[in-house]
């Protein structure tokens, strides 16, 4: 059955750092997302990206943030500056023509 | 705005009895996503169900079943005969058609079946 994957599955980065998190999303589907998780919390949408370029953001997604689909595959999210709220799971999801959202595993990115 | 409700924080059963997870959303569209998912302890998201707000039926598979009534904007998650494998963090979703494609999940309902 095709799934989401992410890479890696934990990120430990120090405070200002660069991260760059990566997803290769289900190969027919056309809508890719980004997802955080802080601990505890409840899973907050982050972007969405159609047709190579973002189509919504959320408020959180603020110019430290950026989104890239460099080939036919990878999906990434780069945080620029890293801040400790940033730490949290990152989810990347993507949607088929039925409209199920399929999440990968997640990253857990731990910002020191 | 969208809105997802789940007043439940934490629910703790002892195997075997069943257990409701309430949901309860808020939307201007006519026409939306609702959908359920699992969160393990392992931390991923597991898809339970998709229901589409034209579709009132209730659904049923295996020991889950589904709830949705239109008239209070609930949408609401049944276990029967829960089992310790069912101790996870659920979560329920909305995703509009004309408003925000993405998902706006509720703040999770976390599940204890205990042996």
């Known amino acids: 059955e095709p799934e989401v994957t992410q890479t890696p599955s934990h990120q430990v980065t120090q405070m200002g750092q660069e991260v760059i998190l990566r997803c290769v999303p289900i190969s027919n589907h056309l809508y890719f997302y980004w997802y955080r998780q802080i601990l505890g919390q409840k899973v907050e949408f982050l972007v969405s990206?159609?047709?190579?370029?973002?189509?919504?953001k959320s408020e959180i997604f603020d110019d430290q943030f950026s989104v890239e689909r460099p080939d036919g595959s990878n999906f990434t999210l780069k945080i620029r500056s890293t801040k400790l709220e940033d730490s949290a799971m990152y989810f990347c999801a993507s949607t088929g023509q039925a409209g199920e959202q399929y999440f990968g595993p997640g990253t857990r990115l731990t910002v020191t | 705005a969208q809105k997802v409700t789940q007043a439940q924080t934490e629910i703790s059963v002892v195997e075997k009895e069943d257990v409701t997870l309430d949901c309860v959303y808020e939307?201007?569209?006519?026409?939306?996503?609702l959908f359920w998912y699992k969160q393990p302890p392992s931390g991923e998201l597991v898809f339970l169900i998709r229901?589409?707000?034209?579709?009132?039926q209730n659904e049923i598979s295996g020991r889950y079943s589904w709830n949705f009534q239109k008239s209070t904007s609930s949408f609401n998650f049944t276990i029967t005969a829960s089992q310790v494998v069912d101790s996870a963090v659920y979560f329920c979703a909305l995703r509009e058609m004309t408003g925000r494609r993405a998902l706006t999940f509720g703040s999770g309902t976390r599940l204890q079946v205990q042996p």
């Open positions: 229901r589409n707000s034209f579709d009132e």
């Open positions: 990206f159609y047709n190579n370029e973002i189509s919504e």
């Open positions: 939307t201007r569209d006519t026409t939306y996503y």
